[in-house]
């Protein structure tokens, strides 16, 4: 069964980039897969507040909503959409730049093309 979990990144004070999951911010004492699953977005959070930045506009009120399709079965996240939530003042113009600037993010980067893991212990013979 495929569930919608939404992780919602929003911008604080001093340039802090927060995310949330169900009303309550994610942290360290939430489980490691939370955590991961919300760099996607807090990576993004962090190009569009550059982007936003450079051109004199403000972070107050944006928000990113990543929102996933969550396999319950697999226990795997299928699709991820990222949602920019913008001021109506924010400038048509920039609709398309913003979007690319998301596409930058490295996090998405890598899960577009992922890395191969590979585990050993100290006590497998180490080959040179």
Request: aromatic share 8%; proline share 5%; charged share 20%.
């Amino acid at each position: 069964m495929t569930t919608k979990m939404d992780i919602e990144v929003k911008f604080g004070e001093n340039g802090r980039i927060i995310p949330f999951i169900g009303g309550r911010e994610i942290t360290m004492n939430e489980s490691p897969f939370l955590i991961f699953l919300a760099t996607a977005g807090m990576c993004s959070a962090v190009y569009v507040q550059a982007f936003m930045q450079q051109r004199g506009m403000s972070t107050d009120d944006v928000t990113i909503i990543q929102r996933m399709d969550y396999n319950q079965g697999t226990n795997m996240v299928e699709k991820i959409d990222m949602i920019l939530d913008l001021p109506e003042s924010f400038p048509a113009k920039y609709s398309k730049a913003i979007k690319n600037v998301v596409g930058q993010c490295n996090v998405k980067q890598h899960l577009d093309t992922p890395p191969t893991f590979e585990v050993t212990t100290s006590l497998d013979k180490v080959e040179a």
